[in-house]
């Protein structure tokens, strides 16, 4: 009988040192599920930021390019009135290369 009492004391050790076991191991197992759903959630709210970052980087380069259009505009602009100015000054030159010729011409008459 006492060693029967042995036996089941040894038997309740050993079951009790397994529950302990068991619940270590349940606390590490929670431990880590935790760590994986934060993990889940800082890869999502990664996600949301990648998105985000990406929709600005396309916001940026529609605008980019119409900055771009809107500049070459104004450059076409700038080379018109240039180009305009230029036929002016031309038609100036030429209209004071006439008017130098009918003075010089009147200044001869008159002499």
Partial sequence: ?????????????????????????NQKMSVLYEQIRSSKETIAEMKEV???KEEDITKLQAILVQ?????????????????????????LEKHCGQLS???????RERK
């Avoid at 900055?67 to 000054?89: C, G, P, W």
């Fill in 1 to 25: 009988a006492t060693e029967t009492g042995a036996l089941l004391e040894e038997r309740e050790d050993n079951i009790a040192l397994l529950q302990a076991k068991i619940d270590a191991d």
């Fill in 50 to 52: 990648q998105q985000q």
């Fill in 67 to 91: 900055q771009a259009d809107i500049a070459s505009q104004r450059v076409k602009a700038v080379e018109e009135k240039y180009q305009t100015l230029r036929r002016i000054n031309i038609a």
């Fill in 101 to 107: 010729e009918t003075i010089a011409r009147h200044m």
